[in-house]
């Protein structure tokens, strides 16, 4: 996610922007740039790539002042260039933003038609002329800044410096964090708090609709309604390097937590929520071929792999396509059998994994169309293919993947929907119930993220296994697999995923009280069955793990623990199906003493084959 550092006051501006932007570094980023008021004028520097750029340009050009803002910029929307980088500035204003504006497009059209000239190609560009409007039309800079964003949709953190009163920050913040800190004759402005902590521990955490205006003496909060507020300060009492994870002991951790919310920002701008449709402009280029298909493939490594297996599932239900999950390593040396009716589908988070990068390439020779679902702007696989779904889960820093997957499993569902609606193969009610789940998954996820406690101890029974089995069915076996990965690749502890229905064909003579199982068990039409392996398992000793509806009794009967998941519709149960499973792992791997966030061995993205 961007990094937003904003301050007044009276130290050397330059140094506190630079400062700040490092201490976000750890939030992934591709440009930089910083704005500050020399006491003439505005002056800008921005650079593309890492702060060492952005602090050598600064370096050579110093600029001198005492109010400014900067920001580093995770792409979302245009390339990765020094054009895109923010500030952004129009006329005489600068602006820095996080956050997606889901109606960038009608706003630049009806700006341009107004004479404005964009430089560059991103949504946050928009924000800026809007704000130079209002400002023009002789608002104030907080109105013109609350104006600004009441013709916008979708989520935002912004800070604002204008050349006509550069006496004052101004900020807002809807969906996207946005802190206050509180200093002596100084205010500071930061998306998050290990930019500013070193300045200052007393903050306030804005609230969704709030616009504040900084000045070096004072701090006036406007919320949404037009009200004066006042905000409770908070003392922070974490150390700097706890900060960076937002209190959380991993990364890891904190991109478990935050899935809810990175759901809610991949499904933004996508579900038309008057007709309970599902619109992907992205695969504008696609839509052409969608009644001719004959068929998919998957290629992917890993989790992307899983996510792949978990899609098949959703996509041959609802679009009724035939579905090739293939690991990509195999695919490449396999001499498929493809043509134009195929499309082909890379799956990766990273966007740079080698295996997959060859897989694609391999479909594009036997002349596949080609997509990616991708979640970093720009990466090769997204230079490589057709058309992108990007997933918005922000850049995931711990190497085992949990954001990233989930992200990936609802723009799966996502691409299922829009494929069925063009081929008309779904039913209205199972649209609208399946994009009605989709929508509920954040409270959901919240209310299971409660269980984290409950789920460290039932890991900590378990933490000293030699090795487990996973158990699943359906668009289940993809999450016992999974669980399976997560388990192994950050506690060292071997584990298996197989599909349930398969246990009596083998595995079923490894059960004995020192093999723990886990079944994942929701309430789905598979359910009976998967009870019946379940009571399998403990029929020979074997010690059962389920994830399943608590409300679903025979399960605390058969099982010695029950890691809660709450019901939903079928193609969307497997997207919290996992996140019991991630919790549990996280915590023997926590308990054992392992490295989580950068286990033994693993890369974050397998660039060599
Ligand atoms: C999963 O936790 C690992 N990080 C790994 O399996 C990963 O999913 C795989 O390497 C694929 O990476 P990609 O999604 O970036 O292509």
Redesign the pocket.
């Known amino acids: 996610m961007c990094g937003i550092v904003g301050y007044v006051g009276e130290l050397a501006c330059g140094e506190v922007l630079l400062d700040g932007l490092s201490r976000l570094e750890y939030r992934g980023y591709d440009s930089a740039g910083i704005a500050i008021w020399d006491g003439e004028s505005i002056r800008r520097v921005r650079a593309e790539g890492k702060l060492f750029n952005l602090d050598r340009r600064f370096r050579e050009n110093p600029i001198e002042g005492s109010i400014g803002i900067g920001h580093t910029r995770w792409a979302t929307h245009g390339a990765p260039v020094e054009r895109n980088a923010h500030p952004h500035r129009v006329d005489d204003v600068v602006l820095v933003h996080n956050g997606i504006i889901e109606n960038h497009t009608a706003l630049r059209q009806e700006l341009e038609a107004e004479g404005r000239v964009f430089e560059s190609d991103t949504d946050t560009e928009v924000l800026a002329h809007l704000v130079a409007r209002e400002r023009a039309a002789g608002h104030d800079l907080l109105h013109a800044v609350r104006r600004a964003t009441g013709h916008v949709r979708g989520s935002w953190a912004v800070v604002v410096l204008d050349a006509h009163s550069p006496d004052e920050l101004v900020a807002a913040r809807h969906a996207s964090p946005l802190v206050i800190g509180l200093g002596s004759g100084e205010n500071f402005a930061a998306s998050d708090v290990p930019a500013i902590l070193r300045h200052t521990r007393r903050m306030i955490f804005l609230e969704d609709g709030d616009t504040v205006r900084l000045t070096r003496t004072a701090v006036e909060i406007t919320a949404e309604d037009g009200s004066r507020v006042e905000r409770t300060p908070k003392a922070i009492t974490w150390d700097p390097v706890a900060a960076e994870k937002q209190g959380y002991k991993h990364f890891m951790l904190k991109e478990i937590h935050e899935q809810g919310d990175r759901i809610v920002d991949t499904l933004r701008g996508r579900i038309l929520l008057d007709e309970d449709e599902v619109t992907l402009p992205s695969l504008a280029t696609l839509e052409g071929i969608v009644p001719s298909l004959r068929r998919i493939v998957i290629l ?6 899983h996510a792949g297996l978990v899609g098949r599932y959703a996509i041959g239900g609802l679009a009724r396509l035939p579905v090739e999950v293939e690991l990509a390593s195999e695919f490449r040396y396999r001499n498929p059998v493809m043509d134009g009716e195929t499309l082909a589908i890379a ?7 080698a295996d ?1 990068l060859a897989a694609i390439e391999e479909a594009k020779r036997l002349g596949a169309r080609t997509m990616t679902i991708c979640n970093v702007m720009e990466s090769s696989m997204t230079r490589a293919v057709e058309a992108t779904l990007y997933t918005h889960a922000g850049p995931e820093i711990g ?3 949990t954001k ?2 989930t992200t990936q499993l609802s723009a799966l569902l996502l691409l299922a929907l829009w494929l069925g609606q063009l081929r008309g193969t779904i039913p209205a009610a199972e649209r609208q119930a399946t994009i009605r789940s989709l929508r509920a998954l954040p409270r959901q996820i919240e209310e299971m993220l409660g269980d984290e406690a409950l789920i460290r101890e039932v890991g900590r029974e378990y933490m000293h296994a030699r090795s487990m089995l996973f158990l699943g069915r359906g668009n289940e076996f993809p999450t016992a697999l999974e669980g399976a ?2 388990l192994k ?1 950050i506690s060292y502890i071997h584990a298996e995923g197989y599909a349930a229905g398969e246990m009596k064909h083998g595995p079923i003579a490894l059960i004995d009280e020192e093999l723990p199982v886990v079944v994942v068990a929701p309430r789905n039409r598979l359910l009976e069955k998967t009870m019946s392996n379940l009571e399998e398992v403990r029929a020979r000793g074997g010690r059962v793990i389920a994830v399943g509806d608590r409300s679903v009794s025979e399960l605390e009967r058969h099982a010695d623990h029950v890691l809660h998941v709450p019901s939903t519709t079928e193609w969307v149960q497997p997207i919290l199906s996992v996140i019991p499973l991630q919790l549990f792992a996280y915590a023997i791997a926590d308990l054992r003493g392992t490295d989580v966030d950068q286990p033994r061995n ?1 890369a ?3 660039t060599v084959e």
């Not at 992917?300 to 792999?305: E, H, I, L, M, V």
Request: glycine share 8%.
């Open positions: 992917a490594c890993g989790t992307s792999w799956i990766s988070q990273s966007g740079e994994t997959t190497v085992a993947s990233a997957y990965l997560k690749e693993l974050k993205s397998v």
